[in-house]
């Protein structure tokens, strides 16, 4: 098992910048696929964006494809979400999860989650 904090969240202007990041702790953090995952309120969790254990696979959803991006530092067990260009719709909970075997993206499911972070983009 695996277990998974995510930092960083916050309120920022609308076109400003912040990074979240998810540190892992238990077992080895690079057997583990990673995802970032966001929640507003009276919405459905979806995934933005997924990479793969080694780090060189990443993919995106269409809503943040070209302003964020995904990264991992498996020496240092975390995984960064660098979220740019961000709009007042990218309000959310943003939670980080894991995935255990085969597999990775943002159309699998996972299955360790952290508690999440709230980000907060004004207009």
């Known amino acids: 098992q695996v277990q998974l904090v995510e930092s960083g969240g916050g309120l920022v202007q609308a076109g400003g910048s912040l990074r979240l990041s998810c540190t892992a702790s238990g077992r080895t953090f690079s057997n583990y696929a990673l995802a970032w995952f966001r929640q507003a309120p009276g919405k459905e969790r979806r995934a933005v964006a997924a990479i793969n254990r080694s780090g060189i696979g990443t993919a995106y959803g269409d809503s943040v494809e070209g302003r964020f991006t995904i990264s991992r530092t498996n020496a240092e067990n975390t995984v960064y979400l660098e979220m740019n260009s961000l709009k007042p719709e990218d309000t959310a909970v943003y939670y980080c999860?894991?995935?255990?075997?085969?597999?990775?993206?943002?159309?699998?499911?996972?299955?360790?989650w952290g508690q999440g972070t709230q980000v907060t983009v004004s207009s």
């Open positions: 999860a894991a995935k255990a075997g085969a597999g990775w993206g943002i159309y699998v499911e996972y299955d360790y």
